[in-house]
């Protein structure tokens, strides 16, 4: 495939990824470009699966062979050519797998910059010794709580966690912490080869039966008869037990599904670490403070907050202490323009919206000082009200200002309304799409006829029959689900009367807390209730 193209245009031949058509297109460099069309229509089978799988295929051919293992790779594109393609860079709004040690600040780089202020720079109580910057990571040895490991929190199980309703029978499922199906079966099983009732109601069993069963460290092996349906053939099977607790525990700390995590995680009792008291650090890293604040303080600031704490320190003479402090508030300037100054540096990254991962890591890459680079962006608007559209706007033209292009997938025509450039993708989704139905200057789309786009795009268009749209009244509530004193991020003792059985719509500004409400606190209780 060329790398050729010096006329400022990245030109794509016989594009067919996914359900591209043979795509021919000319796209400009140095420019904000956005790729629309219905959902599913190709537009990002174009910008990500072509256009950034093609500029990651070429930087992994100058990549020695033994190292390749080591990077995660993207398949090479279906196209014929593609021309006048610069190095890449993807921002997209999918994570990877949950961990409770990534947080604003790990992803933003400011927990490197505020551990480098308080290792330079912090106030040392008299005769302790001066840390090096890992000290004050709970993400290394030298700096994690020893008790909690730096996690901040300590999980431990109970024979009620495990156990919610004592009336119930082993084999009718009382140990509610067993996994299900095959696994649980087979656990079961075992325990009646190794003579406990399994048919007698738990709390009628025996303590000694009880501990053994939900707290031994004893792994034994037995021969297993299984009694299974009638008509199946019934094989005896080598069993190895493990008590819930053990299955619990090592499934929190080891499993990569999120899903799984979570049913395990309704086992648990957790609490702050009694040796940090939450705050994931040694003692004598907690004992270093920097304008009256420890580390952990400070990390706990929301970053508008943060900044005003810091901000008197950047005035002061040239020393380490203002150089460090003007940092951390110079990276805290781009997230609050980004309509993230509501964030804590140590809020775990699982906890926050796709929209707000990307705006944080689209801030971390305005740090970086690229040029020349192309920037593929995934809806960044997503999650953000429209009262905040304005600073993404002025983020994304440092960017470009920066000599950089922004090819961006998008759905929110006012963002598109401010592009430079648009191809649009179409006409329908799936095997109805797959065509670039136009690819230039934004005002040239108004005569495209076969866009979907275009309706929304262009003041007097609208979809067909908008206008006729019947009234309706709306559905009566079935119920109410009452919510009392929801502490949570920064919903602080918040009353809610949620309607049921209708569409409801929660709404504010981006960091308002409606994520938090939604997807945290209403859809935990949800799953809490049904077992999902």
Same mark, same amino acid.
């Given at each position: 495939?060329?790398?050729?193209?010096?006329?400022?245009? %990245?030109?794509?031949?016989?594009?067919?990824?996914?359900?591209?058509?043979?795509?021919?297109?000319? =796209?400009? *460099?140095?420019?904000?470009?956005?790729?629309? !069309?219905?959902?599913?229509?190709?537009?990002?089978?174009?910008?990500?699966?072509?256009?950034?799988?093609?500029?990651?295929?070429?930087?992994?051919?100058?990549?020695?062979?033994?190292?390749?293992?080591?990077?995660?790779? %993207?398949?090479?594109?279906?196209? *014929? $050519?593609?021309?006048?393609?610069?190095?890449?860079?993807?921002?997209?709004?999918?994570?990877?797998?949950?961990?409770?040690?990534?947080?604003?600040?790990? %992803?933003?780089?400011?927990?490197?910059?505020?551990?480098?202020?308080?290792?330079?720079? !912090?106030?040392?109580?008299?005769?302790?010794?001066?840390?090096?910057?890992?000290?004050?990571?709970?993400?290394?040895?030298?700096?994690?709580?020893?008790?909690?490991?730096?996690?901040?929190?300590?999980?431990?199980?109970?024979?009620?966690?495990?156990?919610?309703?004592?009336?119930? #029978?082993?084999?009718?499922?009382?140990?509610?912490?067993? &996994?299900?199906?095959?696994?649980?079966?087979?656990?079961?099983?075992?325990?009646?080869?190794?003579?406990?009732? =399994?048919?007698?109601?738990?709390?009628?069993?025996?303590?000694?039966?009880? $501990?053994? /069963?939900?707290?031994?460290?004893?792994?034994?092996?037995?021969?297993?008869?299984?009694?299974?349906?009638?008509?199946? =053939?019934?094989?005896?099977?080598?069993?190895?037990?493990?008590?819930?607790?053990?299955?619990?525990?090592?499934?929190?700390?080891?499993?990569?599904?999120?899903?799984?995590?979570?049913?395990?995680? *309704?086992?648990?009792?957790?609490?702050?670490?009694?040796?940090?008291?939450?705050? @994931?650090?040694?003692?004598?890293? /907690?004992?270093?403070?920097?304008?009256?604040?420890? =580390?952990?303080?400070?990390?706990?600031?929301?970053?508008?907050? /943060?900044?005003?704490?810091?901000?008197?320190? #950047?005035?002061?003479?040239?020393?380490?202490?203002?150089?460090?402090?003007?940092?951390?508030?110079?990276?805290?300037?781009?997230?609050?323009?980004?309509?993230?100054?509501?964030?804590?540096?140590? @809020?775990?990254?699982?906890?926050?919206?796709?929209?707000?991962?990307?705006?944080?890591?689209?801030?971390?890459?305005? @740090?970086?000082?690229?040029?020349?680079?192309?920037?593929?962006?995934?809806?960044?608007?997503?999650?953000?009200? &429209?009262?905040?559209?304005?600073? /993404?706007?002025?983020?994304?033209?440092?960017?470009?200002?920066?000599?950089?292009?922004?090819?961006?997938?998008?759905?929110?025509?006012?963002?598109?309304?401010?592009?430079?450039?648009?191809?649009?993708?179409?006409?329908?989704?799936?095997?109805?799409?797959?065509?670039?139905?136009?690819?230039?200057?934004?005002?040239?789309?108004?005569?495209?006829?076969?866009?979907?786009?275009?309706?929304?795009?262009?003041?007097?268009?609208?979809?067909?029959?908008?206008?006729?749209?019947?009234? *309706?009244?709306? @559905?009566?509530?079935?119920?109410?689900?009452?919510?009392?004193?929801?502490?949570?991020?920064?919903?602080?003792?918040?009353?809610?009367?949620?309607?049921?059985?209708?569409?409801?719509?929660?709404?504010?500004?981006?960091?308002?807390?409606?994520?938090?409400?939604?997807?945290?606190?209403?859809?935990?209780? %949800?799953?809490?209730?049904?077992?999902?």
């Amino acid at each position: 495939m060329s790398d050729g193209g010096t006329d400022g245009y %990245v030109r794509v031949r016989g594009a067919r990824e996914h359900n591209l058509r043979g795509v021919d297109v000319d =796209i400009p *460099r140095d420019a904000f470009v956005v790729f629309t !069309g219905v959902s599913g229509s190709g537009k990002s089978s174009l910008a990500f699966g072509t256009l950034y799988a093609e500029a990651q295929r070429r930087y992994f051919e100058s990549v020695a062979p033994y190292a390749r293992r080591l990077i995660h790779q %993207v398949g090479a594109p279906l196209v *014929r $050519e593609v021309a006048g393609l610069p190095p890449a860079v993807a921002l997209e709004q999918r994570r990877s797998a949950p961990t409770g040690r990534s947080s604003v600040g790990t %992803v933003t780089t400011l927990s490197n910059s505020l551990r480098m202020l308080f290792s330079r720079a !912090g106030r040392y109580p008299a005769g302790a010794e001066r840390l090096d910057s890992d000290a004050f990571s709970p993400n290394t040895a030298a700096g994690a709580c020893p008790e909690c490991h730096g996690l901040g929190t300590v999980h431990r199980v109970t024979e009620d966690s495990l156990v919610p309703d004592p009336s119930l #029978t082993i084999r009718e499922g009382a140990i509610a912490a067993w &996994p299900g199906a095959w696994l649980g079966k087979n656990l079961r099983d075992i325990a009646a080869t190794l003579g406990y009732d =399994i048919d007698r109601p738990w709390r009628e069993l025996p303590r000694e039966d009880r $501990e053994w /069963l939900l707290f031994t460290d004893e792994q034994p092996v037995v021969t297993v008869h299984p009694v299974r349906d009638a008509g199946r =053939i019934h094989r005896p099977y080598q069993g190895t037990y493990q008590s819930a607790k053990r299955y619990v525990l090592h499934t929190f700390s080891d499993t990569k599904s999120a899903t799984l995590r979570e049913r395990v995680r *309704r086992s648990l009792v957790s609490a702050d670490c009694p040796g940090c008291g939450g705050r @994931r650090l040694r003692p004598e890293a /907690l004992a270093v403070t920097f304008a009256g604040w420890d =580390i952990a303080q400070l990390a706990a600031l929301p970053l508008e907050r /943060l900044a005003e704490v810091l901000g008197p320190s #950047t005035d002061a003479p040239e020393n380490a202490a203002a150089a460090l402090a003007r940092d951390v508030v110079s990276r805290i300037e781009v997230l609050t323009e980004l309509g993230l100054g509501y964030l804590s540096a140590d @809020r775990p990254t699982p906890s926050l919206s796709a929209g707000e991962l990307q705006r944080l890591r689209l801030a971390t890459q305005l @740090r970086s000082g690229l040029f020349g680079v192309v920037y593929v962006l995934d809806e960044p608007s997503a999650g953000l009200h &429209p009262a905040d559209t304005e600073a /993404l706007l002025t983020v994304l033209g440092r960017l470009r200002a920066a000599g950089n292009s922004l090819f961006v997938v998008e759905h929110d025509m006012s963002l598109v309304r401010r592009s430079d450039w648009v191809v649009d993708v179409g006409p329908g989704a799936g095997e109805h799409g797959g065509e670039v139905l136009y690819s230039g200057p934004v005002p040239g789309l108004a005569g495209t006829e076969a866009s979907v786009t275009r309706r929304y795009l262009f003041d007097g268009h609208g979809p067909a029959g908008a206008a006729r749209r019947p009234e *309706r009244s709306p @559905r009566r509530p079935s119920g109410w689900l009452s919510l009392s004193g929801v502490t949570r991020h920064n919903l602080r003792g918040l009353d809610a009367d949620v309607p049921l059985g209708v569409f409801t719509a929660v709404t504010g500004v981006s960091g308002s807390g409606k994520s938090t409400l939604v997807s945290q606190v209403l859809a935990g209780l %949800v799953a809490e209730r049904t077992g999902g």
